[in-house]
């Protein structure tokens, strides 16, 4: 059995814990009880839970940009690429389910999430560039392809909180649902149809 080290023990044992319960219901003092450590073995890592909070949207991110490039450019490719996509709002459903109090109230928070979504739409520019010209989707207009952008970063964001609006419990095949819906996006600009 391979041994996690201290600090992503942390960063494992939080992501579950506020993925269970929230953000705001759990404290430091709770992730040191669930993982087995002393606070100030916690404090050695992290010097609060916003600390924490913060360095697991870094490994989010971190784990989509490992990602390799799909093999081959198809429409299977591009649907596979949301299914990841989904998979790792998943595995980080608590920051999906609390953007918009962590952007507003933690400013370090804020500012990552700013510089992260300026990045992303430039990597969807070049990923849609890419698709449009291996004959996957039509040539779109300027206002279609930041409509087509917003949507999906949007859809990003936004899909587990408007769940918990129409009172769905959150599981996987809940927000799996969400994919037939994004891929509607998509279908007015598909060259290639749907196998």
């Not at 996006?185 to 290639?192: M, Q, T």
Request: aromatic residues 12%; charged residues 25%; glycine residues 4%.
């Amino acid at each position: 059995m391979v041994r996690r080290n201290t600090r992503q023990l942390i960063l494992d044992v939080a992501r579950d814990l506020f993925n269970e319960r929230g953000i705001a219901a759990i404290s430091t003092n709770h992730i040191c009880e669930a993982a087995g450590i002393s606070p100030g073995n916690l404090y050695y890592h992290f010097s609060n839970k916003q600390a924490i909070i913060l360095e697991l949207f870094h490994q989010m991110i971190a784990q989509w940009d490992e990602e390799p490039p799909p093999s081959e450019i198809s429409l299977k490719s591009f649907y596979s690429q949301l299914e990841k996509m989904f998979s790792l709002i998943w595995l980080y459903r608590f920051l999906h389910r609390e953007f918009a109090v962590l952007v507003r109230e933690h400013e370090a928070f804020a500012s990552s999430f700013q510089s992260i979504q300026k990045r992303r739409m430039q990597e969807m520019d070049k990923a849609l560039d890419v698709y449009i010209a291996a004959g996957v989707f039509r040539p779109m207009k300027r206002e279609e392809r930041s409509s087509v952008k917003r949507m999906l970063w949007f859809f990003s964001l936004h899909w587990i909180p408007q769940l918990e609006l129409e009172g769905h419990r959150i599981t996987e095949a809940r927000l799996r649902e969400g994919i037939p819906l994004l891929r509607m996006v998509f279908d007015p600009f598909l060259i290639e149809r749907r196998k």
